[in-house]
């Protein structure tokens, strides 16, 4: 009879079983993406150090403007809490000679194919490359056990005398190299130009323009000429992945890096663009409240980050997600609640004669128990069975779609959420018919026997 009365309320019953179910599968992706945000993948791609000391520009915007000093570094070093440290440097003003191939591959998504080809004429050289900007940095020996190695070694770089260079790769948030962001090969020949100085002309007809005209022209009729600059060859002993929170933050074409001492000794435009440093046992809380007050009060230009604001920003993200997650699946399962508990109600008080006729003609208390818990039951264990089908399906998605998008998510199967939403929908399965019938049966079987 339960199930004859089932088969009649179909509708409600879809209703119930479907918000039941998802429900308890929100609630499974909520606990599977609490545990499969992995900090340790997030923090190896933004921090190599327990601190990073940049200008604001270069901390907050992915540039630099050459703030930091000198003076700067040797403050922080002399703090009391360092224990390991190191700077990047990089040359601002240096150009190579590239392949077509990698020069378009640069700039196609930059400028149309007209643009590009204008462009290309312009900057095309003797050697039938084409000149490009790099990004040329200087590291010591702190910021050379940073790279990762994909060929050869770095062991060149601290010597002036092999003028060795390794050209850096590009990689995707997930650590996949991207072949294409950098042309150089291991043994080839890179010279790099230094420029010395910059000519500035209009773009309309080529003349040099005064200092006095300089103050009234707009960016886009400008023209910078290299007027004096000098080449030096390095051999590339390496390719390697240069972590984002030593580089420039932001790619301009292909990037190499020098050991520091060939840098200065090469370099004209050379500036200081971070300072990384690793601080002693049990001062993490010292030296951010240092740098807090240094930059706050002594250098107001600098700005700087550490292992810990990296653990918050990530920890924060990730309650938040968990946090609308939960509020969701609350929201579905308080749905699901109310829809069995007003089916139930629904289901007890429109049958009451039909259900006193039965007492009357001798069935028991339990019996009618049992009989309108069965229909409880078999919504939870619907509820359940649909919860697993849907949980499978969207464990499939989770698996192949957020290890993609988040390089940070390490997919592990969890059935654990599914099993406890099934046990608090049995539990509620024999508990709100039982607790139904006995407010019903507070009537006599006459009282209820009169009722239309």
């Known amino acids: 009879m339960a199930w004859a009365n089932l088969g009649r309320n179909r509708k409600k019953t879809t209703l119930i079983v479907l918000s039941l179910s998802l429900a308890a599968v929100l609630f499974q992706m909520v606990c599977i993406i609490g545990n499969g945000f992995d900090m340790d993948k997030f923090l190896q791609n933004f921090v190599i150090s327990d601190f990073v000391v940049g200008d604001s520009y270069y901390i907050n915007r992915s540039w630099s403007q050459g703030n930091l000093t000198e003076e700067n570094i040797a403050d922080i070093q002399n703090c009391g809490y360092v224990e390991k440290a190191g700077v990047t440097r990089n040359e601002k003003w240096a150009s190579v000679s590239v392949p077509e191939e990698f020069y378009r591959y640069f700039w196609k998504g ?16 003797a050697d039938g490359g084409y000149d490009q900007s790099i990004g040329l940095y200087g ?52 010279t790099v130009r230094y420029i010395d100085s910059y000519g500035f002309y209009a773009a309309s007809d080529g003349r040099k323009l005064s200092e006095e005209e300089l103050e009234n022209v707009d960016s886009g009729e400008l023209k910078m000429v290299p007027e004096g600059f000098h080449d030096v060859t390095y051999t590339v002993e390496a390719l390697v992945v240069m972590p984002r929170a ?13 050991g520091t001492d060939t840098l200065l000794r090469d370099g004209i ?6 300072f990384m440093c690793d601080v002693k046992a049990g001062k993490e809380e010292s030296m ?20 810990e604001s990296c653990r918050k920003s990530f920890e924060g993200g990730k309650n938040a997600l968990l946090l609308m997650g939960s509020v969701m699946s609350g929201l579905l399962a308080g749905v699901g609640a109310l829809n069995f508990l007003n089916g139930e109600i629904t289901s007890v008080l429109t049958r009451k004669r039909e259900l006193a006729t039965l007492r ?33 399906l969207a464990n499939g998605a989770l698996c192949l779609g957020a290890g993609k998008l988040l390089w940070f998510f390490t997919f592990r199967l969890n059935l654990w959420p599914l099993a406890m939403a099934e046990a608090v929908y049995l539990i509620l399965g024999v508990l709100v018919p039982v607790l139904v019938v006995k407010y019903a049966e507070k009537e006599t079987i006459v009282d209820r026997l009169r009722e239309e």
């Open 360 to 392: 009357a003609v001798g069935m028991t208390g339990r019996q009618m128990k049992q009989m309108i818990g069965a229909e409880g039951i078999f919504h939870a264990l619907l509820a359940g069975l649909c919860s697993f089908l849907l949980g499978m």
């Open 246 to 258: 030593m580089s420039g933050r932001s790619v301009s074409g292909a990037e190499f890096v020098l």
């Open 110 to 125: 930059i400028y149309g194919e007209e643009s590009l080809q204008q462009q290309m004429e312009n900057a095309r050289q």
């Open 288 to 307: 951010q409240e240092f740098l807090a007050d240094y930059t706050q009060n002594k250098a107001p230009l600098l700005d700087f980050e550490s292992r």
């Open 139 to 190: 590291v010591d020996t702190f910021g050379t056990g940073k790279l990762k190695v994909l060929e050869g070694s770095t062991d060149g770089l601290s010597d002036q005398t092999r003028n060795a260079i390794a050209a850096v790769y590009q990689t995707k948030d997930d650590g996949e190299v991207i072949p294409e962001s950098n042309y150089a090969k291991l043994g080839d020949k890179i």
């Open 269 to 274: 435009h050379t500036e200081y663009l971070n």
